[in-house]
């Protein structure tokens, strides 16, 4: 329902995004992935380019991500997204096309998409969720989980010697010649949001210019998963998941 | 046979090479394959002539997985898309081909069939009737499924199987061997744009703001909604039985009746010859379609024949089907050889006059 | 005099409370009602609103809108 323009003098000053559906979304209360939904959507929306956008969700939680984002969408499997994604912008080449996958998706079960999708360079963007363990399957270790976090696979803490250590996956994508854009954000505070929100659009201008891929990490939270409350999982995740995935750019274009 | 293509020409040509220049002709948009014997050529043949096509998407992939995804990607997008490979890696594109018939995506699947199971031999087989036929992945579904004889054929159905899995939308695939992908034959190509370019108003190609959003998914997560997609599968299941192809070969008088595909179905052709040299009715039926497939042409025929005999490079695969046909009305025997290894004329022979003794020892 | 003001889709808020966290006037508590989930949800406890949109932003459930005095008339 469109908000009035303004209310006793006052002027409307901020709307949830035109091109977010009006179903409630089935996102855990705190999750960040509604927070990154309703970013990814005001950009859609200020840059007018909801008939040219093409999204793909893979399994996870945002699996249903299509239900929220009023645009075309295909579901993937898990971790196909960004070879799904280049299916669509090799035959589509001038519309926007984004994957939005999670850590299991991006990180350990689509590993080699991950990787070859950004070296061939695929004009897309890649937003990457990143909260360190599988949310829809009920808290198991995910492969960017810390060392010592305790999920329902690693009821002890992981340990590096017999589960791997966490994966900086955008640490590795960044050194790809194919990635044009690579840097790493967060939506735990307001300031986090503005800036990805202007990584987001960054990321669609150069996939206009065709530079290559623009991936950007979204560090994010789980309550849920994590067993905390929002609040609490925003300042855990200040404490101890940002200093092993620091904010910030990784790859910028040479100038 | 003019158009702006140019026209039809006759050649000679490889099985593999055969089919993907069919493909181009076909209006083929996007082709995403890996390198696998006995198939290789097909990725190499597009390659090679991609200059001449400059609008068709040819990519090699990472894997076998990442190109039947960007199948999934780009026939989702609206596009004439494609893939081959043959046994190993058709198997690693189960999971995919089992989302894209959820999702009602079609596309073009080739499978120049090797002998497994395993990594198994690069040589021809048919082993993979099952995953073919019966689905392959997880889940109720089935793919269209055409068998061709002839490096003609490869490419014809390159056509039929383009224009079958779009009128039902849902993947079609040619199931064919290494040796017909080897083989070199002389086939009438036929011009290009003969095919209508595919109407796909479902296509995920930008929402526009005078449609609602298209999306392409095979997640239906409240029962309901998941039984009423499988009903509709199962619906178009039943339309697509009338797309049922075979042939039959001096089956009016046959006494033996032998039932064989794709390459086996040419060598059974010539066991025909021979048996009839020696006095003996047998005759051929060679199902074109394997999925849909030919039972009730079987069923008559169970009607005036004493004995089937189902010749397969495989354990014995269809023959399964051929017994469903004939539902015990008469025996149905099989021969077949396994790992690559192809039944010569005479050794199918000696089984048939095997039978021909049989039916012959019991009184009438 | 008011500044700002916001109207919360009180239908829609899981009281997740991280627009309280990320409120700088600390004008925001959680109602004592439930909503149709059986959420409590958020909503104004003073005039002291400046609609400065943090809640807004960091709202996972984009469920507020946020109005502010215009310009011409501060």
Known sequence: MEPVANIGGMELVYKKPHTLTEIPTHYCPGCAHGVVHKILMEVVDEMGIQEETIGVAPVGCSVFAYNYMNIDMQEAAHGRASAVATGIKRVLPNKYVFSYQGDGDLAAIGTGETIHTVNRGENIMILFINNGIYGMTGGQMAPTSLLGMKTTTSPFGREASTMGNPLKITELIAQLPGAYFVTRHAVYNTAAVRKLKKAIEVSFKYQKLNKGTCFIEVVSNCPNGWKMTPVESNQWLEKNMLPFYPLGDIKVPKS | MENEKGTSETRLMKGNEALAEASFRAGMQAYFGYPITPQSEVLEYLAAQAPNHPDVVILQAESELAAINMVHGAAGAGARAMISSSSPGISLMQECLSYMTSAQLPALIVNVQRGGPGLGTIQPSQGDYFQAVKGGGHGDYHLIVLAPASVQEMVDFVFDAFRLSEKYRNPAMILADGALGQMMEKVILPAAGSLPKMDAPWATTGKRHIRERNIITSLFIQPEQMEKLNLILQAKYSQMQKEVRWEEIRTEDAAIVLVAFGLTSRICEKTVDLAREKGLKVGLLRPITLYPFPTNAIAKLAKSAQAFLTVEMNAGQMVEDVRLAVDGKRPVDFYGRMGGMIPSPEEVLVRVESIAEKLHAVPA | ?74
């Open chain 3, 1 to 74: 005099m008011i500044r700002g003001t916001i109207i919360v889709a009180t239908d829609i808020c899981k009281a997740c409370e991280l627009c309280i966290t990320a409120c700088p006037q600390d004008c925001l508590e959680m109602s004592p009602n439930l909503n149709v989930k059986s959420y409590h949800y958020v909503q104004l406890k003073n005039d002291t609103c400046t609609g400065c949109v943090n809640c807004a932003i960091v709202c996972p459930d984009s469920a507020i809108t946020v109005y502010r005095q215009a310009k011409s008339a501060t």
